[in-house]
């Protein structure tokens, strides 16, 4: 479904710029909030030298190692946990609202979800799904698409920034089954293999 923002509204740039400045930006945003706290640079020296390395246990311990790591300047582990650890609770808020409504996911990575979902929402087939359609096919539940937008306005209120610079959900949904030529989103299909997912149109592109 199609997620318009403040850049994808811009007429000065061509779709290769936006890309590139979509891209761009967010490899700045994360190296800014989350990377410089997590810095650590490899020691080019192949000299052993004794560290004190911390852990899951309660005191630490010593070692000799060659190539130690070095902090950066910036560096703080315990803020970088709390940013990835936010980003997590996060997944898990979006995973209760879907499931609450009755539907499932496809895939989660990191920060994204790929929501099972058609335009009124339906059953599905789906091997291993829980639900029965005729002939005893096996399914799952997809929410519609209005019930997708529905909890990613949900999570405005979650929106830490600025309104007037960003004013929309901090939950994007993309526009990856947005059919440009239709104006209009489109169906995907998508088969998994274990951590292998392949995600198509329904047109086999």
Same mark, same amino acid.
């Given at each position: 479904m199609k997620s318009e923002n403040d850049l994808s509204r811009r007429t000065d740039l061509s779709d290769v710029e936006k890309k590139r400045l979509d891209k761009a930006l967010k490899v700045l945003a994360n190296a800014a909030s989350y !990377?410089?706290?997590?810095?650590?640079? =490899?020691?080019g020296s192949d000299k052993r030298v004794s560290v004190k390395c911390h852990g899951i246990d309660a005191k630490p311990y010593s070692c000799r190692v060659a190539?130690? &790591? +070095?902090? *950066? /300047?910036?560096?703080? $582990?315990?803020? %970088?946990?709390?940013?990835? !650890? *936010?980003?997590?609770?996060?997944?898990?808020?979006?995973?209760?609202?879907?499931?609450?409504? *009755? !539907?499932?996911? #496809?895939?989660? &990575?990191t920060d994204s979800m790929a929501?099972?979902?058609?335009?009124? !929402? /339906?059953? +599905? $087939?789906? $091997?291993? *799904?829980?639900?029965?359609?005729?002939? /005893?096919? /096996?399914?799952?539940? #997809?929410?519609?698409w209005k019930q997708v937008e529905s909890i990613a306005e949900r999570f %405005? %209120?979650?929106?830490?920034? &600025? =309104?007037? %610079?960003? $004013? &929309?959900?901090?939950?994007?949904i993309e526009d990856d089954n947005f059919d440009p030529k239709r104006a209009s989103s489109a169906a995907l299909l998508c088969s998994d293999i274990g951590q292998a997912v392949c995600i198509i149109s329904a047109g086999g592109k």
């Open positions: !990377g410089i706290y997590a810095e650590m640079n =490899r020691s190539h130690p &790591d +070095v902090t *950066g /300047e910036y560096c703080f $582990p315990p803020l %970088a946990s709390l940013i990835t !650890g *936010g980003a997590r609770l996060m997944l898990a808020l979006l995973e209760h609202c879907v499931t609450s409504e *009755g !539907g499932t996911y #496809a895939m989660e &990575d929501i099972v979902a058609t335009k009124q !929402g /339906e059953m +599905v $087939p789906c $091997p291993g *799904g829980p639900h029965r359609m005729k002939g /005893e096919r /096996e399914a799952i539940r #997809a929410l519609s %405005a %209120a979650l929106n830490p920034y &600025d =309104r007037t %610079a960003i $004013p &929309d959900s901090v939950l994007k």
